[in-house]
């Protein structure tokens, strides 16, 4: 039976507490405050289509706690983006936001529409009202949107405009991920990825593996795949890339600036490679689930959630799977991947480098400066390992996966700043 996205984060979570409450013996008001957002906002936006005709999307923003910051996470457009959805990937960014402790709260958002049918044109209609819907519930301190599936920096650049047409005054930390011009941070285009990548790293050093050998397959060529495919062609073995229309192949290795201009050409990276180039002869093309069962070392999802399940998840062939996706794997595939020795890097985890870049971007943009993109890189290193040993510790001390460490690490941190400041209280 098929769950919703919400159904496995409550298993996740509650699962966590549960494991928790000998210790932390949390009050029913605590427990809540991880089952339940403190705000639910849904409204209908429209647009008029090249054709003339008027189409309204469903639209929302579910700001689910500001315990320990302003209410922080993406925006996504995309025909699966329902309540259930945003409301998982709500939970998700307070999660994230505790476990590599940056001072801000979890919240999502999402219009359900498939933005390859618009124009761009339709594109910043959208983007302009959606901000039009929610603007009164957004704000440097109160809720910061950035990027996810299907928006990105022009997007936001749009979204921050029309904001401040609302408001009419300057707001520059409002929204984050935006385009350099328009107070960008140097590398948040990459952070997900680089993110990730140092956690796949330092997950290998501790096991002893050498990164030369292994291979490593990612679904998804977007921002974070597309730019996690650079990363590991340099000191790993890429073999297989994806994206929304297939993927491709090769028992030895693929070039992923090859892929990306074949990409460009025909819309997709499993475009006619044979006749694309002749470097790439070699490659099969493959289906996205083909690509999740590949004989390989690191599986990487980097595009839609929910798609490692209790189906699959037994001939996954990877030894470690790393979470750049947000929700791509079942609790029922987990505990399948556990019991078979697979290591599995949770999203929680390993995508928190773009909202380690995002609160960057956001401190820049109140203080007025800019760091180069060496430092980006060095304080993001920083910061995310930080998190990665905290999880590794509460993962060896309590005999843990990485998922219930992470979900641990963040519920103490959350509590932690619950209790100090008076107890559970109406979100402000
Ligand atoms: P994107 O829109 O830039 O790229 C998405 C990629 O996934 C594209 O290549 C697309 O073709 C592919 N895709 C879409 N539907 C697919 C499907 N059904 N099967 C296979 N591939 C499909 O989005 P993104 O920003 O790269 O986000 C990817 C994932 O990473 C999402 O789950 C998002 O929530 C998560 N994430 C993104 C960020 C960020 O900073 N952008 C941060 C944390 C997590």
Redesign the pocket.
Known sequence: MSTTSYERYRTNVEGALDRLQPTLKLTGDERELFTRPDWILQKDISITRESGVRESFPAYRVQFSNVRGPYKG?IRFHPEADLEEVKALAALMMLKTAVVDIPFGGAKGGAQCDPRTFSPRELEDLSRAYVDAFWEELGEEKDIPA????TNAQIMAWMRNQYERRIGRICRGVFT?KPLSYGGLQGRDIA?ALGGYYVLESTLQHDDRHAGDMRIAV???????GNMADLVHHDYRLTAV???RGGVYSPDEICPKIVRSIAKRTGSVSGDCSREHPRMNHMQLIT?DELLELPCDVLIP????NVITGANATRIQAKYVLE???DPTTPEADRILRERGITVIPDVLA?AG?VIGSYYEWVLNKSGGQWPRSRVKRELEEQILAGYERVREEAARDELTFRQAAYAVAIKNILTTVRERGGVQRPC
């Not at 990027?147 to 299907?150: E, G, I, Q, T």
């Not at 679904?219 to 795949?225: E, K, L, R, T």
């Not at 980097?302 to 959630?305: D, F, L, P």
Request: glycine share 26%.
């Open positions: 993406g990027p996810d599936l299907n991920g997900t679904q998804g060529f977007g921002n974070v795949g994806s994206d929304v996205n980097a595009a839609i959630g750049l996706a947000n995508n773009g």
